[in-house]
Structure formats: structure tokens, C-alpha cells
């Protein structure tokens, strides 16, 4: 069971660059999730999905945008990367839409020159 | 007031002991309540939920909520080393509108279980 896949798990980005983090899951699940987490900040949501078609704004979405392609595939894009979203990125799923991520994926580690 | 704190550790215990891990919550109109288990360099992983009032057991982990007192906790017996990771507490509450919910994680506390 692959579970929530998450590509690619490293990137290095110059100021400026864009780049679009890649999240599938197989489960069927309805929601999915970007998180970005912080040493000392914990796990703060970015924007999540509650179903195919629709996307909300986290608690920190500024810099970023998101499309749910499908009800597998939920991607995060940043459009112009500054140092500060240097991050682990997790993408998440889960069953139900009322809010708690049951399945996360590896994570990105993104670091911003 | 931070809306969901936990200690942030290191909570150090010895091999077979009980560990507790608490958080308190500042909204009292939050409805559902969970741990997730994060070890070094990896991901969370949803361990416990707890949506009412007392206990719920699963295993060695007992998750306990009190509403009152805007205090949730975990207990883990027989602590192992493979228990040494970072717990991370999480509140849920219904938004406006009925339909959006909003999930606030606490910053984790760190858990070192000593052989």
C-alpha cells in the first residue's frame, strides 16, 4: 500500500524559482492537506481540500496556491520561493472532510537559497 | 494565549514506566481531540482520538479529555525505547458556516524513553 505520496522529497530553490510539490493518494480518501512544519512553529495548515473541486485557505497560505487535479492528486505550487518557506512540506489525506489528517506522506524538504 | 500548548520536553522516563503527556486547549468550543506520534525525521502519524468527556483505551495508550478544565492527555504504560518520539496534540473545532473545521496542532512534546 503505497498510502500518500509525495514527490520530490528534497529540493534545493534559488529566490525567485518556482516549483510544484506533487501529492497523490490511493485510499479514495475525500480531503487532502498541505501542511509546512517549522522547528518551533509545529504543523501549520497551508490549504487543504475538502473534495474534488473545492480548496480552502489554511493558517498560512500567503506565497502559495494549490489545485486538487482529481480526487487522488492535491499539488502545491510556489509561485515565486522566497528563504522564508524553507520547510518540510507534508501532504495528508484523509476519510472523512471534518478536518484531522488520518495518512501523511514523507514530506519535502525544501530549502530556499 | 497560545490556543493548544504542550510541554515541549524532553519528557525522560524509564523503560517500563508511564508516561504522560498533556495538553490544554484555550477554545471551548472545540469538539474533537488528537495525538499523533512523530518520530525523527518522519511523519505524523494519527495514534489516538478522543471526542468526549473521561478515558478511551487502545492498547498501552489511554487518551483522557476534560472538557472543564480544557485539558486533554496521554498516557502511555509500559513505556518501550520505540516510544521515543515527538507527541503532538491536536484540537478540532467546527468553523462558521457549519462546514469548514479547523485542526490547531500544538508544537509537540518530546518523549525519551531511557532502556
Known amino acids: 500500500n503505497a498510502g500518500v505520496t509525495q514527490t520530490p522529497k528534497f529540493q534545493v530553490l534559488k529566490t525567485g524559482q518556482s516549483m510544484t510539490l506533487q501529492c497523490a493518494q490511493d485510499m479514495n480518501h475525500n480531503s487532502m492537506y498541505w501542511y509546512r512544519q517549522d522547528p518551533g512553529m509545529g504543523l501549520r495548515l497551508i490549504y487543504y481540500?475538502?473534495?474534488?473541486?473545492?480548496?480552502d485557505k489554511g493558517e498560512v497560505p500567503n506565497g502559495y496556491n494549490v489545485s486538487r487535479l482529481n480526487k487522488r492528486e492535491f499539488s502545491l505550487r510556489l509561485e515565486s520561493a522566497a528563504p522564508s518557506q524553507t520547510s518540510v512540506y507534508f501532504c495528508?489525506?484523509?476519510?472523512?472532510?471534518?478536518?484531522?489528517?488520518?495518512?501523511f506522506g514523507d514530506g519535502t524538504r525544501l530549502s530556499i537559497l | 494565549q497560545k490556543e493548544v500548548e504542550q510541554n515541549s520536553g524532553p519528557l525522560s522516563v524509564p523503560e517500563g514506566a508511564i508516561a504522560s503527556l498533556n495538553c490544554t486547549y484555550s477554545?471551548?468550543?472545540?469538539?474533537?481531540f488528537f495525538w499523533y506520534r512523530q518520530y525523527s525525521g518522519k511523519s505524523p502519524e494519527l495514534i489516538m482520538s478522543?471526542?468526549?468527556?473521561g478515558d478511551k483505551e487502545d492498547g498501552r495508550f489511554t487518551a483522557q479529555l476534560n472538557k472543564a478544565s480544557q485539558y486533554v492527555s496521554l498516557l502511555i504504560r509500559d513505556s518501550q525505547p520505540s516510544d521515543s518520539a515527538t507527541y503532538l496534540c491536536?484540537?478540532?473545532?467546527?468553523?462558521?458556516?457549519?462546514?469548514?473545521?479547523?485542526?490547531?496542532f500544538g508544537k509537540g512534546t518530546l518523549l525519551t524513553v531511557n532502556p
Open positions: 481540500s475538502a473534495s474534488e473541486g473545492t480548496t
Open positions: 478522543i471526542y468526549s468527556n
Open positions: 491536536a484540537v478540532n473545532r467546527r468553523g462558521s458556516g457549519g462546514s469548514n473545521y479547523k485542526l490547531t
Open positions: 495528508a489525506s484523509s476519510e472523512g472532510i471534518s478536518g484531522q489528517p488520518q495518512h
Open positions: 477554545d471551548r468550543g472545540s469538539q474533537s
